[in-house]
C-alpha cells in the first residue's frame, strides 16, 4: 500500500489534445518531499518552429555564458493576448577535462523580459558524447520576444554537435 501512495503523491501528466506536459501533485493530503513544483496551464500548440544545428560542432571554453551560433528564435505575441512559449534544446553534448565536477549548462536567454525557470541548467557532465535534451516553459503577455540559447562550462570546454531546437507558442 505505501508503494500505491507514493505513486499517487506525485503524478505526471500529459495534457491532452497535444497540449503541454505539466507536473501535478495529486491530493495526499501530505506533502511531497521534493520541494518547488509548477503548475503552467497551457493550450494546444499554435505555431512552432524548428531550428537544426548539424554542419559543425560549437565549443566553448568559457566560463560566462555565450551563444549558441544560429539557435535564436522570436517570438511575437499580439495585442491584447496572453500566450505560452514551450522551448526544447537537444542536443549531442560532451563536458571533457576540467578538475573536480565538470558541469557545461544551458539557458534560454529571454532578457530582459522574459524569465525562465529554472533560469539555467546542467546540460551535461560527461566527458563522453551523449544524447540530452531540456525543455523550459513561460507564459507571456503581448510583446516580442527575442530567445537566444546560451552555454558555459565550468570543465574545459563544452561541445555540442547536432542540435534541435523546438519553440512551441501555444494559447
Known amino acids: 500500500m ?3 501512495r507514493n505513486i499517487q503523491r506525485h503524478t505526471l501528466a500529459k495534457a491532452l489534445s497535444g497540449g503541454i506536459l505539466a507536473v501535478v ?3 495526499m493530503g501530505v506533502a511531497p518531499a521534493t520541494a518547488d513544483v509548477a503548475v503552467l496551464s497551457c493550450g494546444a500548440p499554435i505555431r512552432s518552429t524548428v531550428k537544426l544545428g548539424f554542419n559543425s560542432t560549437f565549443t566553448t571554453m568559457s566560463g560566462t555564458y555565450v551563444n549558441v551560433p544560429g539557435a535564436k528564435v522570436t517570438v511575437n505575441v499580439p495585442a491584447g493576448q496572453t500566450q505560452c512559449i514551450r522551448i526544447r534544446f537537444s542536443g549531442t553534448a560532451s563536458c571533457p ?3 573536480g565536477a565538470n558541469q557545461c549548462f544551458l539557458r534560454p536567454n529571454g532578457q530582459p523580459n522574459v524569465f525562465f525557470d529554472p533560469a539555467a541548467t546542467v546540460f551535461t557532465t560527461s566527458p563522453t558524447a551523449a544524447a540530452h535534451s531540456f525543455e523550459w516553459v513561460v507564459r507571456v503577455a503581448e510583446g516580442s520576444y527575442p530567445i537566444q540559447i546560451q552555454a558555459l562550462t565550468q570543465a574545459t570546454s563544452f561541445e555540442i554537435s ?3 531546437l523546438v519553440v512551441d507558442v501555444t494559447n
Open 2 to 4: 505505501n508503494g500505491t
Open 25 to 27: 501533485t495529486s491530493p
Open 97 to 99: 577535462g576540467g578538475s
Open 162 to 164: 547536432g542540435w534541435t
